[in-house]
């Protein structure tokens, strides 16, 4: 899902500087990092069998579908990865491997924004010469455009609520362009055709890191058809959109007006690249360790079978890749769902969870170490506690368990439902042993499985569905929107991000504590004052006990060795789809 200011590093805020300064210094890796060695974890810090030759075709699977091709209806870090191939947002992150591919740079703008008022407003000089993949020319209205339609949830649920929460104006009453006909988004103006300009209900220093998702890459209005946009959005990217077969392939080809100049991170150099949806997990361990298909879309690692392939032949095992990714697995706990809006009641779902059993499920500890905090080990400001005994009783603390069910009014236990994404194999076996962990305290739980491509669109982030079929537990996995506490845990925890659908913070916390902490954030002048800050906000989420952390995720890939320029993205946490290619 889970994501990331004018020239210099204090403009581009504490986490960015520190990112920038580490590859700067030799503290990450860079760009020019290159092998045509095969070791394990070569990928992670280097890149693999680096090329510029062209031609062949890149083939993905993915168990699912998209939430949506469409730029400005998606969350899925997999997906803000791949749309790069064919949509230009401002901004975007620097390809590379290490912490060097944490940095943010132009991509559509031709630099980054330009803030003055204290932060309150953002302007962009649009790069010259850009154009769609028909010849029209980009234009800033196309960009103002884009982010307006996403204010209208009803047909672009998905993506991140940032536009609405932020931007001055009539921001919080303006339904998008789909409903309005007549108005517009007042707080975006553009003063002439290549420069746009956002002015925010408040000063925000990481306002760069929001246009770096694709709901800032342009739109041509008269082009847009709504929720059938996705079929074919209007490229600036290196690739455009062949056919789209809805749920079964879509297939992208060399766009031939692109220029490489207009975003470097990016490259064209497969003759084709070609997406099958719905495929079997172990279908795609299979085909991918044969050689079949290029690169598993999903980038969450094998599965088990697969895993254990790898792990016990060296020669499959040097084709592999295990990063600490930067996201994390856990379940929400809804607060409104009863008798969760108990406090004690959720505290005895945190004890009475066997995160072993939870690791073996998301792939033992190649998939990730046992998690006990609301904020990964990436993320600045990460401190390690242990509220629940997720570390030191890992089996389950059913005896605490029984204790707080004891106090919340429930002594015989309860019931609630479990949702999951039911395509995901792992998250079958995470929500299967969650299921029978707590039973053991009372606790019995009904399993309820949703489709990948629309859980977040259609169920567990529509909060009447969630009331109305007692969803009280709900898998998700997230990513950093961008790698500090705020970008991290804002759409997850501060009650101003609840909305009606696409919804992040699908345990419904609105603690004022938490949102109070997050306005401090906002404006905190120093790193150490950021760290404060999000500890606390770590330690109170955990205490309101609206997120059950499974594990600090590690993704086991494979790289055939006929592809090319592979390496780990560290802000997608998989491989960097914008810059593949075939071996020669």
Known sequence: MSRRRTGGLAALGVSAALAIAACSSGGGSSSSTTTSSVAFNTGVNSVVNPSTQKGGTLTFDN????DSTDGGNTYYSF?????RLYATPLTTYKSCPGSCGQQIVPALAATLGIASDGYRTWTYHLKSGVTYEDGTPVTSADVKYAVERTFDRTVLPNGPSYFSSLLAGNAATYKGPFKDKTGDLTSVTTPDSSTIVFQLNQPFADFDYVVAFPQSAPVPKAKDTGVNYQLHPLSTGPYMFQSYQLNKQYTLVPNPKWNPAWDPQVKQLASKVIVNLNVNADDIDNRLLAGDISVDQAGSGVQAAARARILSNPSLKNSSDDPVTGFMWFYYINAKVAPLNNVHCRMAIEYAANKNELQTAYGGPYGGDIASTAIPPTVNGYSKFDLYNALSMPNGDVTSAKQQLQACGQ??????????????????????????SLAAAGIHATLKGFPASSYYGTFAGVPTYVHTHNLGLLAGGWGPDWPDAYGWGWALFDSAAIITAG????AEEANPAVDSLFKQLEQAATDSARVSISQQIDMQVMKDAVLLPATYNKALLYRPPDLANVFVQSYYGMYDYGTLGAKS
């Open 63 to 66: 168990t699912s579908g998209p």
């Open 79 to 83: 997906n803000l990865n791949f749309t």
């Open 411 to 436: 002594p015989n236990g309860f019931n609630l439902n479990i949702a999951y994404r039911s395509d995901r194999p792992r998250e079958v076996a995470s929500a299967t042993a969650l299921q029978a």
């Open 503 to 506: 919804n992040a913070n699908i």
